[in-house]
């Protein structure tokens, strides 16, 4: 079955350091691949999406490529702010399924 | 346009007891569905509902069970309660597509004492 394998946290990082969240997936068929992030004490957001090969999905700040060959979808920002601090979940959607697949979340803490 | 709302925010039950869980999807959205999520586990699937059936199920007991009202609502009830129901509980809607992104309510804080 599907599956997503992302990286153990929790990432600790200074401001403005760069950032880099792996993911890598497997699954049947061509799947749509999403970044959700989770802040304290609130529900999953949506941070970006990629429904093809080669695509890049980016928001504030953040990118994602599709790398079919690779089966990643590593998440990348140049310069984290404490702000940034929450849960990263990286998940996929594919065929017919109107259910993701969620892999367990990485936790992301960055100081000032 | 009002995103996905979940009723209560909080919640303190003792063992034994039922509850209930409400979630309002968005507009339009007739896809909801329902997760768990817990420091030890993370983020596990329990069901989801569309047009008022159950149409995907997760690895959870019969004690944990749902519906859907004709307007999309969703309410979640688990039954006989144990400590280890504590958990956040999401709920997320969609449209009826395949491949497209769930969009999350805040969730219910469930404590279990």
């Known amino acids: 079955g599907d599956s997503v394998t992302q990286m153990e946290g929790p990432v600790t990082l200074s401001e403005e350091a760069f950032l880099t969240i792996n993911c890598t997936y497997t699954?049947?068929?061509?799947?749509?691949l999403f970044w959700y992030v989770q802040y304290p004490g609130e529900g999953l957001q949506l941070l970006l999406k990629?429904?093809?090969?080669?695509d890049k999905g980016s928001n504030k700040g953040f990118e994602a490529t599709y790398r079919k060959e690779t089966t990643s979808f590593h998440l990348e920002k140049g310069s984290v702010q404490v702000s940034d601090s929450a849960v990263y979940f990286c998940?996929?959607?594919?065929?017919?399924?109107?259910?993701?697949?969620f892999g367990r979340g990485t936790s992301l803490i960055v100081h000032p | 346009k009002a995103g996905v709302t979940q009723t209560p925010r909080y919640l303190i039950k003792t063992r034994g007891q039922q509850v209930t869980l409400s979630c309002s999807p968005i507009?339009?959205?007739?896809?909801v569905s329902w997760y768990q999520q817990t420091p030890g586990q993370g983020l596990q699937f329990l069901f989801e509902?569309?047009?008022?059936?159950?149409?995907n199920k997760g690895n959870f007991p019969g004690r944990f069970s749902g519906r859907q009202f004709s307007n999309s609502r969703s309410e979640m009830n688990v039954s006989t309660l144990e400590l280890g129901d504590s958990a956040l509980y999401l709920c997320a809607s969609s449209l009826d597509e395949s491949n497209q992104p769930q969009h999350f309510g805040d969730g219910t804080r469930l404590s279990i004492l």
């Open positions: 998940a996929l959607s594919s065929g017919g399924s109107y259910i993701p697949t």
């Open positions: 699954a049947t068929g061509y799947p749509s």
């Open positions: 509902y569309f047009s008022e059936t159950q149409r």
């Open positions: 990629a429904t093809k090969a080669d």
């Open positions: 507009s339009g959205h007739r896809s």
